[in-house]
């Protein structure tokens, strides 16, 4: 089964490549020449070069693939809107326009939780009415996945899998800002710091991936794919990251309401100044800090057989010893893990 990969060099497309190499796909990735791909390349996946946004490059790239995994995205909450569009809505179009009448049998897109909306989530299921909030990656990534919908409608075997926040070795983005915090003192709960979580190991979800891909089942589907543990809030995660990194555990709360209006003086200073890095505080982080983020993962756990398979305290266990001692350690000890877990299941 030969599997394109785009951002096979991210956090979410390196897990997913690394999974779909042990299960024995040829496994092809679309990078641009800047991208590091060494990881990658040590599984011996195979380069083609190019970007999501140029057409021929995609055409080209897409030929001979059996499946396509399509991870690449602009994440950042302050890129210029323009900017996110070509790259998560037209990119994502480039790619199905290429998959579609060929030999391509799946189009896996990676999708995201907030497309369901900016509010409060009590064990939300798969219902959207892709109210857009105004944030430049959640809009265009609601645009995108509405574009899988109707390609899928159109005869393209799709399948949409929703991720929440991701941690694990090769994050450099989540983990490091909240460390940062951490260390210098500047960390603040937003409200009681009760809200639920929708945090996702990357290597749980690469395994949804996977399933999927042998789940015939799964197409024209859409999934949640989040953290099931009912006790994992905001304290509850900030403690257990503090404590295994030997920080202080952060005891200051800001109310929601100073925090929203601070919000909104932080964002608008900095457009009015056409500031390049975001403020401290943005409509997106008070998301995550002050929202109730639970979904309901019952569809994929019923028609997948997904389950967390590394949970909370092994999956920052694991991403602390790759940043300590580097890739190679963090999936030494992941595949332990691994090995541990298929010899305490009843059936094996």
Known sequence: MKTLITGATGLVGSHIAEKLSHEGDQVFALVRDSSDTRFIESL???LRYGSITDPLAVYAAVEGMDRICHAAALTEEWAPRELS???????TENLLEASLGRDVKRFFYISSLSVMGFRHHYNTG???????PGDPYIDTKMDAEKLVRRFSRFGLATTILRPGFMYGPRDRRFLQRILSHLEHGTFRFIGDGKNKMNLNYAGNFADAVA???RTPRSVGQVYNIANDDKSLDMETFIFKVADLWGYPRPKSHVPVIVARTATEIMERWAKLTHKKEPPYLTKTRLKFLSHNLEFDISKAREELGFENRVRIDEGLAITKRWMETGIEHGRQQEEETTAVHVQDRPDS
């Open 44 to 46: 011996g996946v195979r």
């Open 85 to 91: 569009y070509e790259v998560n809505v037209e990119g």
């Open 126 to 132: 798969l219902e959207t009415d892709y109210a857009k």
């Open 211 to 213: 399933l999927a891909g």
